[in-house]
């Protein structure tokens, strides 16, 4: 097998992107300057009261940056249309667009529905007005579904744990030494440290920030709304020590909290259950008080109701936090859970300490957002309104206050997932929870940091990978800000 | 205004003990002391040996007692071996019992004694410090003006050429972690791979002589990520501020755009960064963390990575007992100097 190289046979796009990213550059700097130097454009009133305005050089140099910039997504596009079609005849490059089919073919359809039906869709659909905001959902939704099929072996071309001997530190595109039946024959981004395949190592961390940052924001928002809402609606000593203990927490600095939580001796003590069987209850009380206040005044739809869903709710409380038989599990003593036949899944010890403790960094800030945006909306006249009409005040706050709170919070949830992920990566960076040889991308910058003045590849796919998801989610929650600002 | 700040440092005071305690319960757990007896004796003890290295030092007493004596209100642990000698942990090497003070705590100014360090943990705290003080000086210096800079120009004209390339700019610096920008910025200007070798990979030089080429890429790195954060604010503030009546009359009366800018909205905007500048710090702290790993600059963030790693006690306490303050007191120094700032909101 020969190596790869990075563009193969349509190495003759490289010259064309160079020129279309270039006049991009060059036409940002000329608009830049022109914006400070040239004179505003001028509108003339016409006599039938419609307005016209010069087509001067400004307009000249806008139409320059958009033609540049078609011009240079349609060389993307063409790389990777053209990689899927020749496969590794088009290098490195066609070799990966090809392995990413199935997530480009996810990613049209996504975006050929939402953009047909995106007047029906809420506020969902007005994101594919904002060009900002579909390139963030765009990159978002890649990693997404690059979990998602990477979980299920479409993507992955080699296997993200083994390793192979004579590809230790291999550049991208090494053909694999000694090749067996039904293997690929290539490490498309080179070998790492211990002469595992970087690419596949990639593709799989995107699956444990997919699966693990939307749930422990998720647990963060339920957290601070139920402890955010009374605090604002309520005020007097509940928001005072509620307030206090959430600043306790947010004084604290966030890896010294890392260092002190998520290390294998805490585990071992059996604190990290705990504070999940505490930080797991709220989603449940946020559950039932929802239901309760909505329709406790239709008991015959009520009941069943909270006895379906609190029962299902406390089943998965109950699996999650006990783990073969035992909730929590030490030397000393331990405490019975729900016996092994009734469990559904069992969280690692690793994991579990993780998810626990990036919740916990992460809901004071929640619980100050929306305990702020209670305050605000709590003078509002139809919360007045339904004091007036004599309902109770859970149903003031999860019915009347949360849903007109939701923009804000929509924005947010958007950001902290990001976070999380940077969190998360923070973790794997200092080799924190996560066991050494997962594939997750802080572990995997970690590692190739150490021979980074060597070999860049093994540290850069996955430092990308990061920034790249990253940033997706916060341009998706800035379009999503700009979209809802504009009710 | 002094009532104010008497009940903000109150609080301050109770947030401090509340964290420390915290720090000290968790580092006091059984396995953590299990393994700093481990770390300081050998990996190989046996069970009984452990327990009876902590009985010695005065490990295995209840935890609020062993706080007590940390803060210096209890008298302090002693323990008389076989041969007749005391040992304690106010009890310095070559001192004798009787010489010794029955207190030793934070209160009577002693800060303990460092496992990993071999030190007195106010020597080392104060040597780390120093050295990550001189980081954050010039993260500072190069953070600050650039992100006001970013925001103000930005700001004026919301929507225009400038905004729009800028704003794209500050959205992905907050969207770079400092591992992942430290790691590009590596491979990018000191690797042999690419060849540019601008800068040094480590910062461990700039520790005794710091020049441009090793101490640029540690402050660039930390820098970067808070820059993008206080740019976006300001740019909120500046449009905010460009939109008010006072800024239109202004214009109309003929006032130039530089002048406008300068002299009329330049002062109201820079009152929300300010705030924003102060809460920052906790997370720089965060950045310095992880910066020190990457570059092997032996500071502050270094020692809370050794010692955190090595339960070392002593040196957690008061390096969380450090980080606190520097939170707490600059949540203080932004509420008083918002209100000195704005004239507009007086605490009652």
Redesign the interface.
Known sequence: MEPLTWTGSIAFLNPLLALALGLVVLSIIVWMLASVVLPEDQMTVNPDGTLTSSSGLRNLIQAALRYSFLASVAISVAYIVLGVLMGTSAGIVGAISQQFLPVWLSLIILYAMSIAFKRKLGLYGKLFDSPIGMIGFGLVMFWVFTGIFGAMDLIVTQDPLAQISGMKNKVPGTPVANLEEGQYAWYLLGGDNLARDVFSRMVKGAWIVVQIAPLATMFAFMVGITLGLPAGYYGGRLDTLLSFLANLILAFPVILLFYLLVTPEIVATGVPNYMAAILFVFPIIFLGVLLNSRYYTRPNFRTPLLIGVLGVALWLYLSLISTGGYIINTDSYRIWGLPTYLDLFDIPGGILVVFVSVVFVNSPTVFRIVRGLALDIKTRDYVAAAQTRGEGPWYIMLWEILPNARGPLIVDFCLRIGYTTILLGTLGFFGLGLPPESPDWGSTINEGRKLLSIYLHPALPPALALLSLVLGLNLLADGLREESLKD | MGLFILKRVG?MLL?AL??TF??FF??N????L??LAKTQGNFRMSDEQVESYLEKNGYLQSTPIKYGEWLGVLPSYRHTNEDGTVQGRCILPGATAEESPRFCGILQGYWGYSTVFKEEVSTVVGTRLHLTGRLMLWVMLLMIPSALILGVLAGM?EG???DR?LSTFA??T????E??SG??F??IF?????GLKWFK?TATQAMENPTFENFFLPVLTIALYGMGYIARMTRASMTEVMTAQYIRTARLKGVSFPNIVMKHALRNALIAPFTVIMLQF?WL??GV??VE??FNYKGF?WA??QA??N?DIQL?LA??VV??FV??VTQLISDIGYVYLNPRIRIS
């Open positions: 609080i947030t509340c964290l915290l720090v968790l580092t757990l059984y396995p953590n299990e393994k004209k225009s050429a400038t390339t959205i992905t907050t969207a770079t972690p591992y992942v790691v590009i590596i491979a000191t690797s042999s791979a690419v990979g906790p702290l965060n963390v992880i790993t990457l963030g809370l990575v955190a790693g339960n957690l390096i969380s980080s606190v939170v707490l």
